[in-house]
């Protein structure tokens, strides 16, 4: 295998694949990047097993000069810490990389890297998923759907089914719901199916999602979501992106969500998160970052303490107010992490009592919600 | 001459071998004599067991709401009641522990 590259277009490449490829792993193929250069078009995979990476590169034509020029076809797997590290350093805008059995030349300028290449016969392949079937969505969309949902879901492995996020399309409707057990959020957006896909529910762990979405670009670019064969793969300009699914059932979460509300009150979203990092800093020192609050009309007092640092009270003025007092104490993480995933200028939170969960909506976008079970405490 | 011999010893084999089958039908025979008391046995003891339960039942009926009684006090104990991880130890208030005891009040 012989190639020319533009180091930029290689570099970029390499730190979107690197994002799949595991630093310690059973497998030591996997510590590296297969490089496959085929029909004019180099591709580069990372995969840990769970989650591949795959991004394209193809000729184009820079400044009157070539990107790429494949002067042989051939693959190779090579470490791919140090080539990313490797080729960042480099001296010139341009690479050659030079394969011998499984020895790699890596030219630049005048800096020559002679590196000791793995068998590409030895890396698995990826999973094939190929359907019909599938939706697209714009990029940003996609993000934000993510971001919504996944920070919720749990991180401990004895529960597995809510380490992931539920995908549920139902009649032009894809709803992501994220839990773990303490608070649950549920974001929505339409989509159009390209097929008539029938309702689907598929569970997707959420540190791939975590993962997909920090490659997603911000922008309006379409992606192909295509579920398939236990595998999800997602694919967006040059980059294919895949990721094992959650066997098993996701709990029914149908009957959590309240319905009735005693007290409704909206916040200016910013206000109510910088109140509440403040009751944070001392709550953190205490067994569940408990703050709690005071809500009677006109007088919505936010506190904290920790018996060895001290205090905070804070009166925060709302924009409106319905129903009768209340008093609740909640997980501040939970409520922060909440606020932070609240895109819009203003939150309604709607409570129903003190060992019922609440639920907060942005203002404006009543697809999303992020719902709290607020702490039991004795002395509230 | 040999074959007569022949047929004399087959049937002298025959004979010690219906001896053991005559011994063993004994033995089953015994087996199942033990076999059929014991069921009549049973199924005494299975009908007055019937009877005492009927009384049993009929003493004591069902205290309306004793499962959630005993689920919630469960779930106070500080342990997981959904069916997400049942019997678990629990670390705060579970959504789907109180959904499901929300759902049989």
């Known amino acids: ?380 | 001459m040999a074959d007569k011999q022949s047929i004399f010893r087959e049937v002298e084999d025959l004979q010690d071998r219906i001896g053991i089958f005559y011994q063993e039908l004994g033995k089953i025979k015994l087996q199942l004599q033990e076999l059929i008391e014991e069921n009549q046995r049973l199924s005494l003891e299975n009908e007055h067991l019937r009877d005492r339960a009927k009384f049993y039942v009929e003493e004591h009926a069902p205290v309306p709401g004793e499962a959630l009684q005993y689920l919630m006090s469960l779930y106070e104990d500080g342990f997981h009641i959904c069916n997400l991880n049942y019997g678990a130890m629990r670390e705060g208030d579970c959504l789907f522990c109180l959904q499901n005891l929300q759902s049989r009040t």
């Not at chain 1, 989509?191 to 911000?218: N, T």
């Not at chain 1, 294919?240 to 959650?246: H, N, P, Y």
Request: with cysteine.
């Open chain 1, 1 to 380: 295998m012989q190639f020319v590259i533009q180091k930029s277009e290689f570099l970029q490449a390499l730190q979107q694949v690197t994002k799949a490829i595991p630093s310690r792993t059973p497998k030591p193929i996997l510590t590296g990047v297969l490089i496959t250069a085929k029909d004019q078009k180099l591709t580069l995979t990372g995969y840990d097993l769970e989650i591949g990476i795959q991004v394209d590169i193809e000729n184009h034509v820079e400044d009157g000069l070539n990107t790429l020029q494949i002067e042989q076809e051939g693959e190779i797997v090579l470490q791919a810490k140090f080539l990313l590290e490797i080729t960042r350093k480099l001296p010139h805008s341009l690479m050659r990389i030079d394969v011998q059995q499984v020895t790699v030349t890596l030219q630049s300028g005048n800096a020559v890297f002679q590196l000791n290449g793995l068998d590409p016969r030895e890396y698995p392949d990826l999973p094939i998923v190929d359907d019909d079937r599938g939706f697209v969505l714009s990029s940003g969309t996609l993000k934000n759907l993510i971001d919504h949902t996944s920070f919720a879901v749990a991180s401990s492995e004895v529960r597995p089914t809510i380490m992931g996020v539920l995908w549920r399309y139902d009649e032009g409707k894809l709803t992501l719901t994220g839990t773990d057990s303490h608070r649950l959020s549920k974001d929505a957006v339409e989509v159009e199916s390209q097929e008539s896909y029938a309702m689907m529910e598929s569970i997707i762990p959420g540190k791939s999602l975590q993962e997909l979405a920090r490659i997603l670009p911000d922008d309006e670019m379409p992606v192909d979501i295509m579920i398939e064969n236990q595998q999800l793969l997602v694919t967006f300009g040059h980059v294919r992106f895949l990721s094992g699914l959650i066997e098993g059932t996701f709990p029914d979460t149908s009957r959590i969500i309240p319905t009735t509300f005693r007290t409704i009150i909206v916040f200016t979203t910013d206000e109510l998160r910088q109140s509440v990092e403040r009751a944070d800093l001392l709550a953190r020192d205490n067994d569940n970052n408990i703050v709690r609050f005071s809500m009677r009309r006109n007088n919505i007092e936010i506190m904290s303490h920790s018996p060895e640092i001290g205090k905070v009270v804070e009166s925060i003025d709302p924009i409106t107010f319905e129903g009768e007092d209340m008093m609740i104490a909640c997980n501040a993480r939970y409520l922060l992490e909440a606020l932070r995933q609240s895109p819009t200028e203003r939150v309604r939170i709607e409570f129903t009592g003190q060992g019922s969960p609440f639920l907060l909506r942005p203002v404006g976008k009543e697809d999303l919600m992020h719902l709290i079970l607020p702490v039991r405490i004795a002395n509230l």
